[in-house]
């Protein structure tokens, strides 16, 4: 980032090789989740330096490189492709939990073995940061802090969601999770009770249901369930680098998305749409129309409806955050 006085918006160019990726500084994403690195790097002295360190991801070359391809239990390949889905994917601050040495059922490398300890991490005695901790020490690292935080398919759990809020708000970014896999559209909206798994007000978090659907790359069947939320992210970063970080997400076109999880009715004018059921609850959902694509539908974050100020909309933190930068 530029060391001088600017005023106004900062838009850096990186040109590397064939790849020109246009950084701005709202559309840094921070993806925390786990990758098969042994299949890309063979010796453990080479995987350590993709285990809780944080790597630069700005193109799906570096993406595969890095982290490999999907596969079935672990996130950061899919997460990373369901960005660069949606446009060139600014800067991506990937960090993997998984460890293929450590984490194992007999001799065969197992993601299921990651915990929600793993996810959300901590500072070692050592002080070493790992996780979501990680999220921290990235200014003194790259001049800058992630201001989209991302862990596709452990958000949905309550443990890794409040962490997640707990690093949003420290660094003044959004933290965009998924309710569960499962859920019918009653049962999402209940999430944000009392005893809901989502029961929360804060205006760092932004809650997506439900799943989408999309090709499985992995040839294990046709398609396969995808968490919302790292399409989101996507989305957002690409209307930050098109228009600007005081523009809405909302009511943009989902690229990759075959069909939902549940389906979410809308129609024009109807008040008793899907959408507004799920809208009102502080969830932000995808639906389509006549000729529209799968888009997604909310502007408002966990913040609604418990609080009436401006800062519910998506947009309007990140514009004084930015204003801040």
Request: aromatic share 8%; with cysteine.
């Amino acid at each position: 980032m530029a060391a001088t006085f600017h005023h106004g918006p900062e838009v850096i160019e990186h040109k590397d090789g064939v790849t020109v990726v246009r950084d701005v500084k709202s559309a840094v994403t921070y993806v925390n989740g786990t990758a098969p690195i042994h299949e890309v790097h063979d010796t453990a002295i080479k995987r350590a330096a993709y285990i809780n360190n944080r790597v630069i991801i700005r193109s799906r070359a570096e993406a595969s490189a890095a982290f490999g391809l999907h596969q079935a239990g672990y996130t950061i390949p899919a997460a990373l492709d369901a960005i660069f889905d949606q446009g060139d994917g600014g800067t991506i601050i990937v960090n993997n939990v998984f460890d293929p040495d450590t984490h194992k059922t007999g001799a065969a490398p197992d993601p299921s073995k990651v915990t929600t300890q793993d996810i959300n991490g901590t500072i070692t005695p050592a002080g070493l940061a790992t996780g979501f901790s990680g999220a921290y020490e990235c200014y003194n690292k790259f001049g800058y802090f992630p201001k989209l935080i991302i862990a596709p398919g452990y958000s949905p759990s309550n443990l890794v969601r409040t962490e997640m809020d707990v690093v949003a708000t420290r660094l003044n970014a959004l933290a965009i999770a998924d309710l569960p896999l499962g859920l019918t559209k009653q049962q999402a909206v209940e999430a944000r009770g009392t005893s809901g798994t989502a029961n929360t007000s804060s205006a760092r978090t932004v809650l997506t249901y439900p799943h989408v659907v999309i090709e499985d790359t992995t040839g294990a069947s046709e398609t396969r369930l995808d968490p919302l939320s790292s399409r989101l992210a996507g989305v957002i970063i690409a209307t930050d680098l098109d228009q600007g970080w005081h523009h809405s997400p909302s009511n943009r076109e989902i690229a990759g998305v075959v069909d939902l999880e549940t389906a979410i009715n809308f129609y024009p004018s109807d008040y008793q749409n899907d959408t507004n059921f799920l809208n009102e609850a502080g969830i932000v959902t995808a639906m389509r129309s006549f000729a529209t694509g799968f888009r997604t539908f909310g502007n408002r974050s966990a913040a609604f409806p418990s609080s009436s100020h401006v800062e519910h909309f998506i947009h309007a933190p990140r514009i004084l955050d930015m204003t801040h930068e």
